[in-house]
């Protein structure tokens, strides 16, 4: 993921949320709600933020995913973990 923008970061995402929860494409837009359009609890949360890991070799710090609600907050999350030394 090293070098990737925000439009491609924002692919990755939509295919890991629509692949782990088994969610449609369609409903799956920047600007979704992860808890209330997207229907993900605090596990799926958790799940989440593993795969972010795995994804980007970085540790998530989960009281900032805490701040996070749309996918677009997911994408500049990922976006500055990705811009860490």
Not at 29 to 43: G, M, V
Not at 44 to 71: C, H, Y
């Given at each position: ?22 969610l449609d494409s369609s409903e799956v837009t920047a600007e979704a709600n992860l808890y209330t ?49």
């Amino acid at each position: 993921m090293k070098g990737m923008n925000k439009d491609q970061i924002l692919q990755e995402v939509q295919k890991v949320l629509i692949d782990t929860f088994e969610l449609d494409s369609s409903e799956v837009t920047a600007e979704a709600n992860l808890y209330t359009d997207l229907d993900l609890d605090s596990i799926d949360a958790v799940d989440l933020v593993i795969t972010l890991q795995e994804m980007t070799d970085k540790k998530v710090d989960p009281e900032s995913f805490k701040q996070i609600r749309t996918v677009q907050d997911v994408v500049e999350a990922v976006h500055e973990l990705l811009q860490e030394k």
